[in-house]
Each structure stands twice: as structure tokens, then as C-alpha cells.
């Protein structure tokens, strides 16, 4: 079974376009992240939610906007996507916020390339 | 200055070598230190965690951290092909919600 959950795996779209991404998470966590890693592998937290509640939010354009329908989903909806927008997104979650014991397990990561 | 400096790599090494990946990092505030392996279009995965100063050993891999200096270091002993793969250093502070990731080192071991 996977922990962590992520579709598509691989995302080609056209510039302007709306795309969503989606995060299951099957290990009964209460805290879930989105995490940007660039063309030079730098990863870079974005969003995290825990018990469907936002607690971080970086400095991310407003064309990002997650949604958490539950605990165990961790959508990423992206309006007016631009060229920048490439990379990979991981979505990942944890047992708790904040504490370092309990850690993060990521999925497999979704590669999206914007023409 | 980024808060934590990672040297990209790749480093190419002998299997059987011993490998020295490091990190620095400027945030004295830092007391979690982890080091994360992510193999080619994976996800990274927790290899091991430090707390503050000290040595932390795990079947062939063993994590240091020097907080005077700034300065943590992940050893591989007796490195493996499957061993090949981008290592990130990451770290927080005991106050923190986030986690800081260095940009990753890609290592490859030469069979």
C-alpha cells in the first residue's frame, strides 16, 4: 500500500492554463505539506495544513491555493500557470506539527512542465 | 548567505570508499538536524536525525553535528551502488513549524 499518494505523476500544460494536483495520505497523519523542488533540486515547503487547518503559508504566488478536504487529502490548485511553475511537487505528511520525532514521508512527486 | 549550504556534487566514488557529504548552515537557532536520501523521480525519505551536538551511528552511516562550527556531516561506510542517489540535508529549530532543506548533494558510487 502506498503511504502517500500523488496524481498525476506527470503534468505537460500550456501557459495560463488551471491544473490541480492531488495528496492522499493513507497513514492516518494529522499534518500534510507541499513542498516546490526546482530544476536544481532545491525543496522548499510551500503549504502545510494539520487537521485540515492551514499553519504555514510561504511566500507563494496567490495562484496556488491548496484545499484540504479532509485530514488524509491535500489538494494543490494552480490558476494562470507560468513558465517558473516547473518543477516537481511533493506532497508529504507527518504524525504532528513541529515535532521533529515524528517524520515527514513524502510521495512520489509530481512532475509538471509548463510549455 | 542562504541558511544552509550544500555542495550540489556530483561526487563520484569507489564502492567500498568512505563518503563524506556536508553541510553548513547560518540559523544558530538550528537544534534538529536530519539528513534525507531521494533516489532518482522519487520522494526523499528520512535517513537519520540528530538533536543539538553529538554523533548519531546507524548500521554504516553516521551523522555528526558540530553546532559551534556551523558544520554537520552525514559518513557512509563501505558505500554501495545502491547508495547512489542525492542526498539533502535538513534541519529546524525547536521553535519552528518547518523544516530548511539544502539543495541536495548528488553522490554516485562506482562499482
Known amino acids: 500500500d502506498t503511504a502517500v499518494s500523488q496524481t498525476p505523476k506527470y503534468l505537460v500544460t500550456q501557459m495560463g492554463n488551471d491544473k490541480s494536483i492531488k495528496c492522499e495520505q493513507n497513514?492516518?497523519?494529522?499534518?500534510m505539506y507541499w513542498y516546490k523542488q526546482d530544476s536544481k533540486k532545491f525543496l522548499k515547503i510551500m503549504f502545510s495544513?494539520?487537521?485540515?487547518?492551514?499553519?504555514i503559508n510561504e511566500t507563494v504566488p496567490n495562484r496556488f491555493s491548496p484545499k484540504s478536504p479532509d485530514k488524509a487529502h491535500l489538494n494543490l490548485h494552480i490558476n494562470s500557470l507560468e513558465l517558473g511553475d516547473s518543477a516537481v511537487y511533493f506532497c508529504?505528511?507527518?504524525?504532528?506539527?513541529?515535532?521533529?520525532?515524528?517524520?515527514?514521508?513524502f510521495g512520489p512527486g509530481t512532475r509538471l512542465t509548463v510549455l | 548567505q542562504k541558511e544552509v549550504e550544500q555542495d550540489p556534487g556530483p561526487l563520484s566514488v569507489p564502492e567500498g570508499a568512505i563518503v563524506s557529504l556536508n553541510c553548513t548552515y547560518s540559523?544558530?537557532?538550528?537544534?534538529?538536524f536530519m539528513w534525507y536520501r531521494q533516489y532518482s523521480r522519487k520522494g526523499p525519505e528520512l535517513l537519520m536525525y540528530?538533536?543539538?551536538?553529538g554523533n548519531k551511528e546507524d548500521g554504516r552511516f553516521t551523522a555528526q553535528v558540530d553546532k559551534s562550527s556551523k558544520y554537520i556531516s552525514l559518513f557512509i561506510r563501505d558505500s554501495q551502488p545502491s547508495d547512489s542517489a542525492t542526498y539533502l540535508c535538513?534541519?529546524?529549530?525547536?521553535?519552528?513549524?518547518?523544516?530548511?532543506f539544502g539543495k541536495g548533494t548528488r553522490l554516485h558510487i562506482l562499482p
Open positions: 497513514l492516518g497523519h494529522d499534518t
Open positions: 535538513a534541519m529546524k529549530g525547536d521553535r519552528d513549524d518547518k523544516i530548511i
Open positions: 540559523n544558530s537557532a538550528f537544534q534538529y
Open positions: 540528530t538533536y543539538s551536538s
Open positions: 508529504a505528511s507527518s504524525q504532528d506539527l513541529g515535532l521533529i520525532t515524528d517524520t515527514q514521508y
Open positions: 495544513y494539520n487537521n485540515k487547518e492551514l499553519i
